[in-house]
């Protein structure tokens, strides 16, 4: 598919849920947030349907992503299901790895290729407060079971500056080096102020590479992370939501007035 820019849009993200196993500072504001009721989340039908009509219209690439997609139950049975859909050629998962370790052979039988682990700091105590509560020990376990399944090649996303300080960007870029591990960098995004900025090793900021469209939790297309544009699968059914994402997806991304990085799947 091609959009009104020339780019060729292949990738599609599917953020599986807007719930999270962790309040990381940068992404969730506890007392702010307003999950979604079970009724208004993408269905696994829906997804599927969602796949099959993209790959239909020259879409190759899918990644699942949340709020936390190993928190949705039968995550597996879906993976299976996009897994067998003739023409998803690269089927990838961004997790933060807590529940990795006991599903990581599961994920990769049921034919998930690779995962990225979002991981801001190596320190047991900053990585407790960073994402209020979690516990480092699970997501190094969760890295060792998904290397061990070959779910590679793994990278790491680190989010350097907000909450995340310098010293947690070492202790990630040392972890990476001893672990050969590909590391990517994650400028901190401040949606308060409605701000992006470029993901090194990506197209991520890099809007006239931009290959992608999403799926967000409340099963919405959405062209551009960083605008507004929301097109309801359940208003307008899958092939027109599809197709008006593509048609009015913004040459640049603007400002928005979302703060809800946990439901579209940054
Ligand atoms: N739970 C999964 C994970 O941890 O990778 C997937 C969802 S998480 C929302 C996806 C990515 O968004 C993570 O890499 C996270 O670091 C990033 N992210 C969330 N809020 C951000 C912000 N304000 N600035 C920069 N990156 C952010």
Redesign the pocket.
């Known amino acids: 598919m091609i959009d009104g820019f020339g780019r060729i849009i292949d990738y599609l993200r599917v953020s599986v849920t807007d719930r999270?196993n962790?309040r990381?500072r940068?992404?969730i504001q506890p007392d702010e947030v307003k999950w979604l009721r079970h009724d208004e989340i993408v269905t696994f039908e829906e997804i599927i349907q969602v796949v099959k009509i993209a790959v239909g219209m020259g879409m190759n690439k899918v990644r699942l992503?949340?709020?936390?997609?190993l928190v949705r139950r039968d995550i597996c049975t879906l993976v299976a299901e996009i897994a067998r859909i003739d023409g998803v050629d690269d089927l990838a998962l961004?997790?933060?790895g807590v529940l990795l370790e006991q599903m990581a052979f599961s994920l990769a039988r049921a034919g998930l290729k690779r995962v990225?682990?979002?991981l801001?700091t190596t320190d047991a105590e900053r990585f407790r407060d960073l994402t209020r509560g979690g516990d480092i020990s699970r997501v190094f376990a969760g890295i060792a079971a998904a290397k061990a399944a070959g779910l590679e090649p793994i990278k790491l996303?680190c989010?350097v500056g907000?909450p995340c300080q310098h010293s947690d960007l070492l202790s990630v870029q040392r972890y990476a080096i001893a672990q050969k591990l590909e590391l990517r960098t994650?400028?901190?995004?401040?949606?308060a102020a409605g701000r992006f900025s470029v993901i090194s090793g990506s197209s991520r900021g890099d809007c006239s590479r931009c290959n992608r469209l999403r799926l967000s939790s409340d099963a919405s297309i959405r062209p551009c992370l960083f605008s507004d544009l929301s097109f309801s699968i359940r208003e307008l059914g899958v092939e027109r939501a599809l197709r008006l994402a593509i048609e009015l997806k913004p040459e640049s991304g603007g400002r928005c007035s979302h703060n809800w990085?946990?439901g579209i799947?940054?």
């Open positions: 999270c962790l990381c940068y992404c992503t949340g709020g936390e997609p961004s997790t933060n990225n682990v979002s801001d996303n989010v907000g994650i400028p901190f995004m401040d949606f990085m946990h799947g940054g």
